[in-house]
């Protein structure tokens, strides 16, 4: 569904069968675009994700898309959404996790995180994959001061989760390069959420166990 709060006739299906625990994400551009990706289920309960946007300000929506062929089959909801952020060029970057098979032949399948990037919101590039430990989850993805892809998502490991974060800058074919980095808290630490501030960029995070848990936030610089 969508909606305008300023607006009480604009609630509309968008489309049917999407997986309704993972989180849905959208984005604006300044002019009056709408974006918005989810993770839909497709035939054989193929969990990937979707994508649809709109350049009237959510008046019309373009049909879905598939962002990428993952075939995550899966009975039942990964509860691990995808995040998207639009740049001043109407680049359409998305970053989302999904299972993949495991480093061997005879290891489990694991989960990994990955980036995918569209010019028009017709096509997305291949996947890329962004480095992560453990099970990445609740990845969120902003824009730094000079345009660079900034990513936080926390990682089950050893136990518990951290947070983590990871840099994207383009090389000289046009395509993010991640360099990765642990966010530090001695404590369990999930669900990150980024935003710029100045210069800079402040990650947030839950820290701490169920019942105990506490805001922490840390700065990074350019």
């Known amino acids: 569904m969508f909606a305008r709060l ?92 999904t299972l993949v098979a495991g480093a061997t032949a005879t290891s489990e399948p694991t989960l990994a995180l990955f980036y995918a990037m ?15 430990e453990g099970f990445p989850r609740h990845p969120q993805i902003a824009l730094g001061p000079a345009g660079e892809l900034l990513v936080a998502w926390d990682e089950q490991a050893k136990g518990t989760r951290h947070v983590a974060f990871a840099r994207g800058t383009v090389d000289g074919k046009g395509a993010p390069r991640f360099a990765r ?7 369990r630490a999930e669900y990150p959420v980024l935003t710029r501030v100045g210069d800079g960029t402040l990650v947030a995070w839950t820290s701490g166990s169920i019942g105990q848990t506490v805001i922490r936030t840390q700065r990074i610089q350019p």
């Open 6 to 97: 300023d607006r009480s006739d604009s609630s509309r299906q968008l489309t049917g069968g999407v997986c309704y625990c993972c989180k849905t994400a959208i984005a604006t551009d300044a002019a009056g675009g709408v974006y918005t990706a989810w993770r839909h289920v497709y035939e054989g309960n193929v969990r990937d994700l979707a994508f649809t946007k709109s350049s009237d300000s959510g008046r019309t929506f373009a049909p879905p898309i598939r962002v990428s062929n993952d075939n995550w089959v899966l009975d039942g909801c990964p509860e691990n959404g995808p995040a998207l952020a639009v740049d001043d060029a109407k680049r359409i970057h998305v970053v989302w996790p």
């Open 118 to 132: 569209s010019l028009d919101g017709r096509q997305f590039t291949a996947r890329q994959r962004i480095p992560a």
């Open 181 to 187: 980095q642990q966010i530090s808290d001695i404590a």
